[in-house]
């Protein structure tokens, strides 16, 4: 299998202009890609191609300073761009048939999936993608700090050659600090990782053209959450606690089937491009490890409730985001 270090360059428009353009697309698009740069490495990392395209934006047309500033990219050059379909299909080509994705944090390629959602072209061709900043935080110092690439860079004692922010030099030294990381054993843990869930169900969408939650609390009262099924014998599943809330609109629970035992049904909750809510709704097979922790916050999570004062009925806004904060609280 081949590796392609992918980076992005995009174009954004002004607030106004950008709400606008979404509610007609009826669709997320937070930026407009204006330049795809990628190397492709083989099984062993070693450089064997590289590839760069401008990409003629169709809806944020004028360049934002900023953008051009960063990039160098210069509004004739992206009016002599190569539009996105045209585009996406040479780098599709050029891609080959058995590869994965490495790219430097979690944003390129949501950002390429919205584009081609904008165009209505298929992206699932890309699903197959690894964070290797999160590779590079677990085989350093072990953090969950997002690293830059420059950080890596100086880490691996890589010089800064080539100007940053052209794509194609970015995916240039992700590619360098891909090789001297252990990618094959970083991968592995991914896929591990992967393994676990048993099921996993996006709903409220409304990015995807579906219909948002108006509300988290709306999410909680769906059948998903409330009426779960075992993915095996589709058997409803029995909740053996407490909902866990935790940081960041994360709501866990452990559930068991009688024929195939014990998982856990999480659910992450973002809000999409118009304001309503989505949530990605996963379930994972229990292990003694994930039951104890589950246990442990919510009974710590218990403990610092009963701490906290009860509010008024007037302040149950400002109760709701105290909610949200902490690291976790359970849900009656
Ligand atoms: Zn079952």
């Known amino acids: 299998m081949n590796y392609i270090s992918l980076d992005l360059e995009w174009n954004q428009a002004y607030a106004q202009k950008a709400l606008a353009v979404q509610k007609r697309l009826e669709c997320r698009l937070r930026g407009e890609v204006i330049q795809i740069g990628a190397v492709k490495l083989d099984d062993d990392l070693n450089i064997i191609g590289s590839y760069r395209i401008t990409v003629k934006p ?34 599709e080509k050029w891609c080959g048939e058995d590869f994965a994705f490495l790219t430097w944090g979690p944003d390129d390629i949501p950002m390429l999936e919205d584009n081609l959602r904008a165009h209505h072209l298929d992206g699932t061709w890309l699903h197959r993608v690894y964070d290797l900043q999160k590779i ?40 360098l600090v891909a090789q001297r990381l252990d990618v094959a054993k970083g991968v592995a843990a991914y896929d591990e990782r992967q393994g676990e869930e048993l099921f996993s169900l996006v709903i409220g969408d409304a990015d995807a053209g579906e219909r948002g939650f108006p509300t988290p609390e709306d999410i909680l009262k ?30 866990s629970v452990l559930l068991s089937c009688p024929q195939h035992g014990k998982s856990f049904l999480r659910l992450r909750l973002v809000r999409n491009f118009n304001g309503t809510w989505r949530a990605k709704c996963t379930i994972l097979a229990a292990d003694e490890a994930s039951e104890k922790d589950y246990k442990r916050r919510l009974k710590e999570s218990a403990t610092a409730r009963r701490r906290r004062p009860r509010r008024s009925q007037k302040s149950a806004g400002e109760a709701k985001k105290e909610v949200a904060d902490p690291s976790s609280t359970p849900v009656e």
């Open 136 to 175: 590079f935080g677990r085989q350093t110092d072990n953090s969950k700090t997002q690293r830059s690439l420059e950080f890596a860079m100086e880490h691996f004692g890589i010089e800064q050659t080539l100007p940053a922010h052209d794509a194609l030099n970015d995916a240039y030294f992700t590619a």
């Open 58 to 91: 169709k809806f944020f047309k004028s360049i934002q300073r900023h953008v051009m500033r960063l990039t160098g990219i210069t509004q004739t050059m992206l009016d002599h761009g190569t539009p996105l379909p045209e585009a996406i299909e040479r780098f």
């Open 222 to 251: 769906h059948k998903t959450v409330t009426a779960p099924v075992c993915p095996f014998c589709s058997e409803p599943l029995t909740p053996l606690d407490k909902m866990l809330h935790s940081k960041g609109q994360r709501y």
